[in-house]
């Protein structure tokens, strides 16, 4: 991701492996235990490292799925097939494994209820993650921002978190899909790519001055920012994370 951290300030940790579960066939979700664990807010990411047997390292940074609550920490990963960190750890990681890793790191992609709203979350594909540490954290301390999420999935199938979203809807949180590739029989939702009349229609509106972060592949990020300020969104509102088509 592309927030920084406060150079010094971070020490690798190991973490421990506490459970495995599938989210896609494609997505899986790691659940960390911590030691020594600080603490993070909803949207942070952490830096991955992995050092093979003959000392090369290869590090990676994912956002945390989990919302702050103390030690444990979860992290959703993709499998790349070509990738030097997501194969192992969406596809090798078993409970009682550990890995190095390093964090919480980013303050600008973040967002607590004490922050206010309305939301409008924009999510594409994996970039729902940090969006999901915000939505859990909202849900456990029991707040009713209004809140919209706009999730863009290539298929039904590839929706990351889709029965838990399904679950948390309402008390003031709306989940809107768009699927961009196939949909299943007789769907009736978007099934297009994220555009300006699509976030039109999702609101809440600019004179609403929503907080709004968008998260995604880089194009998408640049195509929906584009689309909400041609929306009339103030641009100083918007916050963008974004992570290039390579790597893993």
């Known amino acids: ?37 600080p603490g993070h807010r909803a949207g942070q990411h952490v830096d991955v490292r992995l050092t093979a047997d003959d000392g090369y390292q290869a590090q990676r940074s994912y956002s945390i799925g989990s919302a702050p609550d103390g030690a444990r920490l979860e992290l959703t990963v993709v499998r790349i097939d070509d990738g030097e960190v997501s194969p192992y750890l969406a596809g090798e990681l078993r409970p009682g494994d550990q890995i190095e890793l390093r964090g ?48 863009s999935s290539r298929t039904w ?20 899909h768009t699927l961009t590739g196939a949909q299943p029989p007789g769907w009736t939702g978007y099934a297009r790519r994220v555009d300006a009349a699509m976030l039109a229609e999702v609101g809440p509106g600019p004179a609403q001055r929503p907080r709004v972060y968008v998260c995604g592949p880089t194009p998408f990020v640049e195509a929906v920012a584009s689309a909400l300020v041609h929306v009339g969104h103030e641009p100083s509102l918007i916050k963008t994370e974004r992570f290039g088509p390579t790597g893993g």
């Open 157 to 176: 199938d590839d929706v990351i978190y889709r029965d838990e979203l399904e679950r948390l809807q309402g008390d003031g949180l709306s989940v809107v």
């Open 1 to 37: 991701m592309s927030a920084s951290a406060v150079p010094g300030r971070l020490t690798w940790r190991f973490a421990d492996v506490v459970g495995v579960s599938p989210e896609t066939p494609r997505v899986k979700t790691i659940s960390f235990d911590v030691p020594g664990w």
């Open 104 to 151: 919480p790191v980013g303050g600008y992609f973040v967002w607590e209820p004490s922050d206010g709203g309305p939301l409008l979350l924009v999510a594409g594909g994996s970039g729902v993650v940090p969006l999901m540490a915000m939505i859990r954290l909202r849900a456990a301390l029991g707040s009713d921002v209004d809140t919209r999420l706009l999730f």
